[in-house]
């Protein structure tokens, strides 16, 4: 009972997280694979358009967006219309709406693992907790990325393809045409969901071929998941061609007023396929190298310790052991031909969820650009593991520590001040003295991530709202934008505010401007200007781990 209890807890934290909202910002993906780009199509708001959505170089698919953000902002913005919430598009809901439904979803997840548990020989409920306690499920699982999506398509993927009877034998696979649809529908909304998918369609053509006596059986359970395939496939493509051609939803309406015909022949002449675009982009080592390279063994040596700890090394060394008996067995001559021959199929438990762990793992490390939330669908098998045979149980203290403080650092600290920031600067410029006296706000953001320009609420008819991502600017580069800016204003209703690490402040104070107005939002941890140990222990200590607006002081500018 008290695993159950415990679990029951941990997915409350993880909903009333989700509301609090959680602060930190983990990468720009977060936002520009979803909710920015619908933001933009459906609310209409003034945003930043990543070049994967551009009709030049088409490489994500929209039907996701639109089925996951596109929904959530399709329903605040009818509840506003209807009158029913007055201001319910605000950066609050612009933010939290996406994550909720995201949220939700996360617990596809826990619903995979009390099914697939006692087919892997581990408990379900010890299971549930690892997976509900994992700061991977907390942080990562509740946010707008892709790579969550594969993650929960990975999961129903092991469901459908891990079945037994009520006696514990194994049960003849019968959902082809699912596993068809989940696995078009991974590829279209990440390609590297096809290193994912491998074990769990081999496991499955296994047990077809292994259950079956009749070909005609086995090539109609092939033939149906090829044809769902198939059609997921011309749904997939059909929609992101409407999108691409017609670049935005908003011009999708117009499509109505002319000759569908014509449109209809004009869509056949350029068809779509945004995952062959991704990959052709990404298999060009020079555009990789544009993300950032890093070695190929990064994600077994730095990015599954970081996101799964102990867990990791325990699934290495327990990889290594596995080898190393399979080794033994092949040398044997007696062994090889008359022992255990089913190491993919008939072997269960440890030896392949280690395949369905180390495959991925392997294939993605082919690519010299390798981040740790491309790893996040494998908490999955990596739980499942971990809790077979109690693995795990003796490391519980660790586990712990590990978990508290990934979720500290990732949920609160990594860049948290940003988005409290663009909460701040929404309900400056919305306020009722900005609203009576319209003023022209210039934004410029240095040293941070790329600010979401969706959540300052600001129309794209708006033209009083000028957003400058300086990145990661050299100090002279910053320095001239600002004196330029502070040497330009050109009206009494002109605010220019700079937003920089605690960090990095001392490099505007060489620039020559002065600052009338400064706000510290803490924390804010900005990995790549981080703090210096010395100043954490001085009474400067939270200027280092926050994120200031300085508002630039002008003779014709007024309070």
């Known amino acids: 009972m008290w695993a159950q209890g415990l679990w029951a807890l941990l997915a409350a934290l993880r909903a009333g997280w989700c509301l609090l909202p959680q602060a930190g910002y983990l990468h720009p993906d977060e936002f520009f694979q979803s909710p920015e780009v619908m933001a933009g199509d459906i609310l209409n708001l003034q945003v930043y358009y990543p070049w994967e959505f551009l009709?030049?170089?088409?490489?994500?698919?929209?039907?996701?967006?639109?089925?996951?953000?596109?929904?959530?902002?399709?329903?605040?913005?009818?509840?506003?219309?209807?009158?029913?919430?007055?201001?319910?598009?605000?950066?609050?809901?612009?933010?939290?709406?996406?994550?909720?439904?995201?949220?939700?979803?996360?617990?596809?997840?826990?619903?995979?693992?009390?099914?697939?548990?006692?087919?892997?020989?581990?408990?379900?409920?010890?299971?549930?907790v690892l997976l509900a306690g994992s700061y991977v499920t907390l942080v990562f699982y509740t946010r707008t990325f892709t790579n969550t999506l594969e993650g929960l398509l990975f999961a129903l993927l092991m469901v459908l393809v891990s079945s037994r009877k009520s006696d514990g034998s194994l049960a003849e696979p019968t959902s082809s045409p699912l596993i068809g649809i989940i696995t078009t529908a991974g590829f279209f909304n990440r390609p590297t969901f096809l290193a994912f998918a491998l074990m769990p369609l081999l496991y499955w053509a296994g047990l077809i071929v292994g259950s079956q006596k009749n070909i005609k059986t086995v090539i109609n359970h092939f033939l149906k998941l090829v044809l769902c395939a198939c059609f997921t496939a011309i749904v997939f493509v059909t929609a992101d061609t409407f999108y691409f051609t017609s670049m935005g939803l908003d011009n999708l309406y117009s499509i109505k007023k002319s000759n569908l015909f014509d449109v209809i022949g004009q869509l056949n002449e350029k068809m779509i396929v945004t995952p062959f675009n991704f990959l052709s982009y990404n298999l060009n080592p020079h555009n990789l190298a544009l993300h950032g390279s890093h070695p190929r063994v990064t994600h077994f040596t730095v990015n599954g310790i970081m996101l799964f700890g102990i867990l990791h090394i325990l699934a290495i060394s327990a990889g290594f052991k596995m080898l190393k008996k399979y080794i033994h067995q092949l040398i044997r001559v007696k062994s090889y031909y008359h022992g255990s021959s089913g190491l993919l199929v008939h072997s269960e438990g440890s030896p392949t969820l280690l395949l369905f762990y180390f495959v991925p793992l392997a294939f993605l490390s082919l690519f010299s650009h390798q981040e740790p939330r491309f790893l996040i669908p494998l908490i999955l098998p990596l739980v499942l593991f971990s809790t077979s045979q109690n693995r795990a149980v003796k490391w519980k203290h660790v586990i712990i520590i590990f978990n508290v403080l990934g979720a500290l650092l990732f949920g609160c600290l990594h860049q948290g001040g940003l988005i409290p920031?663009?909460?701040?600067?929404?309900?400056?410029?919305?306020?009722?003295?900005?609203?009576?006296?319209?003023?022209?706000?210039?934004?410029?953001?240095?040293?941070?991530?790329?600010?979401?320009?969706s959540l300052l609420n600001i129309k794209k008819r708006d033209t009083h709202v000028e957003v400058i991502d300086m990145a990661g600017s050299e100090e002279e580069t910053l320095c001239q934008t600002v004196e330029q800016r502070a040497n330009n204003f050109t009206c009494n209703d002109c605010r220019v505010f700079v937003i920089i690490p605690g960090t990095v402040r001392a490099t505007i104070t060489k620039c020559g401007v002065s600052f009338k107005n400064e706000t510290l939002i803490f924390p804010h941890l900005s990995m790549e200007d981080p703090p210096q140990i010395p100043f954490l222990f001085s009474g400067n200590w939270r200027s280092q781990l926050g994120l200031y607006?300085?508002?630039?002081?002008?003779?014709?500018?007024?309070?």
């Open 55 to 128: 009709s030049s170089s088409p490489c994500r698919t929209v039907v996701f967006p639109l089925m996951t953000s596109g929904v959530t902002y399709w329903v605040i913005k009818s509840l506003q219309q209807l009158d029913i919430c007055s201001s319910c598009i605000n950066s609050y809901t612009l933010l939290v709406s996406p994550r909720l439904l995201f949220t939700m979803f996360s617990f596809i997840l826990d619903y995979s693992v009390y099914r697939l548990a006692p087919f892997w020989a581990a408990d379900p409920w010890k299971a549930l």
């Open 421 to 453: 920031c663009l909460f701040h600067l929404e309900q400056l410029m919305h306020s009722p003295e900005s609203s009576n006296h319209p003023r022209h706000y210039t934004l410029l953001f240095a040293h941070t991530y790329m600010p979401p320009r």
């Open 549 to 559: 607006i300085l508002q630039l002081d002008g003779d014709q500018q007024s309070l």
